[in-house]
Every structure is written in structure tokens, then in C-alpha cells.
């Protein structure tokens, strides 16, 4: 079963307010049991329960509850899970839980029918002092269990450090920490008071995967190889302006921080979102600056431009990476040419769809009598009009949010552009990809610390 084929809510199975936690698991067991005989029938036996993973979701609002359920409900629509979805209120006071159980049922092709359960749970006071014991009763045995954390995770705090001892892994997305700069601190003192079996799995990291790859493939070449000890200079661009809104680009320079051994030696902000930092490589000093650039249509913090620039073994090189390059617009001339913009990022392009529109007009001008006698049913030369119109839209649509335009410069040569679209970003999709290739990531923790170092002397 696809996103597209679930049903719009699922369905409701068992509700109780002011529940006891023997209570749900109780309902849990025989809402099981029904399924298991109710799909076995009488001629066979009931099949055993297939479950590859219990998958803790804790949220603040409606909202989010409703975005976790879904994001849940297409995973398990993949991936036969457990969830508990524990939604808290810090204002409310006393020890009453309300719960509810639904499900999902998916029926592949070539195998037998399972049950996905959801289990919602609507707790009062802050959900770290429930997780532990709310979610302990409920974990299936032999699977890993992760603990998706909207908003800011309590990090410090005794009782989240008790939650995660029984959870395999703590999912986070750094882009939705409420006090950025203060909670990246946070994050980054897990990687060392963390048990050693948790893992850390952070959403915004995911979506900086398309960067992190075409920095990569830059180098990729034997004959590039050279160029990552002669890297002088890189400058990042991202959306907004505030020490919070730095995560993405600290998290890029501490990737590649990390992984080429550069030493931070100082860093300084100024007004604008302009910050300087200083390294030393074991070849020579790097450079890294960045800049708050004005882009209406990205969210603040999110990453608009890298480049990277330096020299090696007499031959310089530059990398840039943008994203939603700007593109040059019609004028106000309506003649034909000026609806067909050029000089913008992507000559090549551009160059054939004038051509090919050039041809289109050429046909349209032999045809014409045929044409209007066509669509009109009138003798051929009779009202028709003088000149005719040719509106020619732009070939991409406005909203470009998905694509990264590569601008290569190797000493002498011609630069070389590449244009790629990047997948959606989808919280589903960035959710099952980090769980299915594992949350024990070393070059995301050795990152995590460089970068969280970086904010911490801006």
C-alpha cells in the first residue's frame, strides 16, 4: 500500500480517557489477537505478527500530531511497525492519560495481510517525565526502538537521558529546534553522554545530502584528488539572518572540516549574518565566510550557495553550487526574441528552445492558410487576422526550489555547468531513508562536533 492508496484516517479500534497503561496494553493484545484470528479463519492457524520496528513519536500540538500520524501510517505502509504517538501538555497537571488505538491494514499481492497499530497517547506535564514508563509496557521485543522527537528535545535533562536508556536511537530535526544556537549545544554533548548503542539521526542533516554528494563528486576524479589539500577559501549563503539560522552551513563546514582534518583557529560574526572563521589544514590556511542572502522563498537557515576555491600544484580550481539560480526575465518589449531570455545560467538550454521555437514559428507562418481555415471553417484569406500572436512561456516553471545549478572552473578551461533536480523534500521519506541505513552515523557525530564548535566561537 502506497501513501496515494491509504485511506484518508485510519480506522479508530479501541479509545478510553483516563486509561491505565495495563489498560491499553491489554487492548493492544486483543486487538491483535481479533486481527490474527479473524485472517486466519477456521482452516488455518493464526499467523504470527510481523513487526520490524516500534517507532515513538513525541509532539506538542494538533498539528504536529496529525504530521506525525500520517508520517507514520506511510512508513508502516512500507515497513510493518509499531507507533506511539505521545502528545504532552506542559500546562495541564495531574497523571490522567488518554489514549487511543488505530490501525492500517495492508494486503500485498504475494504475502499475507498485516496490522499496523498506532497508538496515540495524550499525556499531562512535559512527555520526558512519561516516555520511559508509558513506552517500556508497549516496546516489542527483538526490534529497534526510535524516538522521534518534534520541536526541541529536553537536552540536559535527567528525564530524557531515562527515556532513551530503553530506545535504540533519538530522531531530531535541527531546523526545528525553537532556540537553535542554545539546543545545537545540546545536541552536541550527546554524542559523548549518550549511552554507546544510541544513535542520532538528524532530518535537516538528510536534506543536506544533495550538497554534501555534488561537493563529493567534485573531487571524485583521481585527477582531483590533489585539490582537497589545496582548498583556501569556501563561502556559504543561507536564508535569514541570526546565530540560529547558521545550522546548516556550520553542519557543511564541520562535514568537511572533519573529514580533511582542519583545525579551527578562530571565528568572528558581524552584523548581517556575516561570519569569518579560520582554519588550519596540514597544507595551508582556509578561509570560511558566510553570508545571510535575501531569498523569499526559502525557509531561514536553509542553504542557498557553496563555493569552494583554491590552488593545487599550479592549477586553480572553483566549485560553486546554487540553488534556484537566478534566472534572467522577459523585458517589457513584447516582440518574439525578447520572450525567449538568454544570457541567463543555462545557455546550453536556452539555445536549443529558441531554436526549436524558431522552427515551431517557421511551420506556423507556411501553414497559416491551412490553419485558419482549420479552426474557422472560413475560406482561406477572410478575416483573418493581420498579424498573428505567438506567446512563448519560459520552458521551467517559477518555482525552482528543487534544483542546484553546478559551476565548475579548472584553471584555464571553460567553466562547465551542470543543472540537477533534487527529490522532494519529504519528512517521510527523509524519515525511512535515515532509519533503514542506520542512525549510528561517525561522520555525522565527528560533524556534529566540529560544527557545534564553529557556533560556539561565532
Not at 539555445?351 to 526549436?356: A, G, V
Not at 498573428?388 to 534544483?403: K, M
Not at 533534487?422 to 519528512?427: G, I
Request: charged share 25%.
Amino acid at each position: 500500500m502506497s501513501a496515494a492508496a491509504l485511506d484518508p484516517e485510519p480506522k479508530l479500534v479501541w479509545r478510553r480517557e483516563g486509561a491505565k497503561m495495563a489498560e491499553v496494553v491489554e487492548a493492544l493484545a486483543q486487538v491483535r489477537a481479533e486481527f490474527a484470528r479473524a485472517e486466519a479463519g477456521d482452516e488455518e492457524h493464526a499467523h504470527p505478527r510481523n513487526c520490524v520496528m516500534t517507532l515513538v513519536a513525541v509532539t506538542s500540538s494538533q498539528a504536529e500530531e496529525r504530521r506525525a500520524q500520517r508520517t507514520c501510517r506511510i512508513i508502516g505502509a512500507h515497513h510493518p511497525a509499531q507507533a506511539i504517538l505521545i502528545r504532552e501538555d506542559p500546562g495541564a497537571h495531574g497523571r490522567s492519560v488518554d489514549a487511543w488505538i488505530v490501525t492500517d491494514v495492508m494486503r500485498p499481492a504475494m504475502s499475507c495481510a498485516v496490522e499496523c497499530e498506532i497508538v496515540t497517547l495524550h499525556v499531562p506535564g512535559a512527555a520526558a517525565e512519561h516516555v520511559a514508563a508509558l513506552v517500556d509496557p508497549l516496546l516489542v521485543s527483538g526490534v529497534p526502538t526510535y524516538l522521534w522527537w518534534h520541536g526541541t528535545p529536553p537536552f540536559g535533562r535527567s528525564e530524557l537521558h531515562e527515556a532513551l536508556r530503553i530506545c535504540d536511537a533519538l530522531v531530531f530535526d535541527s531546523a526545528r529546534f525553537e532556540e537553535p544556537y542554545h539546543a545545537f549545544h545540546g545536541l552536541s554533548k550527546m554524542v559523548t553522554l549518550a549511552h554507546h548503542r544510541l544513535g542520532l539521526g538528524d532530518l535537516q542533516w538528510s536534506r543536506l545530502r544533495p550538497w554534501r554528494e555534488t561537493v563529493a563528486q567534485f573531487f571524485m576524479p583521481r585527477d582531483r584528488r590533489s585539490f582537497l589539500d589545496g582548498i583556501t577559501e569556501v563561502g556559504i549563503d543561507y536564508a535569514g539572518q541570526g546565530r540560529g539560522n547558521r545550522i546548516a552551513a556550520a553542519l557543511t563546514t564541520g562535514w568537511m572540516a572533519s573529514a580533511l582534518g582542519w583545525k579551527l583557529q578562530r571565528a568572528t560574526a558581524g552584523p548581517g549574518g556575516v561570519v569569518a572563521a579560520h582554519y588550519a589544514a596540514p597544507s595551508r590556511p582556509v578561509e570560511v565566510h558566510f553570508r545571510s542572502v535575501p531569498k523569499d522563498h526559502l525557509a531561514s537557515g536553509e542553504l542557498s550557495a557553496v563555493r569552494i576555491a583554491g590552488a593545487s600544484q599550479g592549477t586553480t580550481f572553483r566549485l560553486t553550487v546554487m540553488r534556484d539560480p537566478d534566472r534572467s526575465r522577459p523585458t517589457s518589449d513584447t516582440g518574439y526574441r525578447s520572450l525567449l531570455p538568454s544570457g541567463g545560467e543555462d545557455d546550453a538550454g536556452i539555445e536549443l528552445t529558441k531554436r526549436r521555437a524558431e522552427r515551431h514559428r517557421d511551420v506556423l507562418q507556411d501553414n497559416l492558410e491551412s490553419l485558419h481555415h482549420t479552426s474557422t471553417g472560413v475560406p482561406p484569406g477572410e478575416s483573418r487576422p493581420k498579424q498573428p500572436v505567438v506567446i512563448t512561456h519560459e520552458r521551467r516553471r517559477p518555482d525552482t526550489t528543487q534544483v542546484l545549478l553546478t559551476v565548475l572552473e579548472i584553471g584555464d578551461s571553460a567553466p562547465l555547468r551542470h543543472v540537477q533536480q533534487v527529490a522532494p523534500e519529504d519528512e517521510a521519506t527523509l524519515l525511512l531513508d535515515l532509519l533503514a541505513t542506520g542512525t549510528h552515523d561517525k561522520v555525522f557525530n565527528r560533524t556534529l562536533q566540529a560544527a557545534s564548535e564553529l557556533i560556539r566561537r561565532m
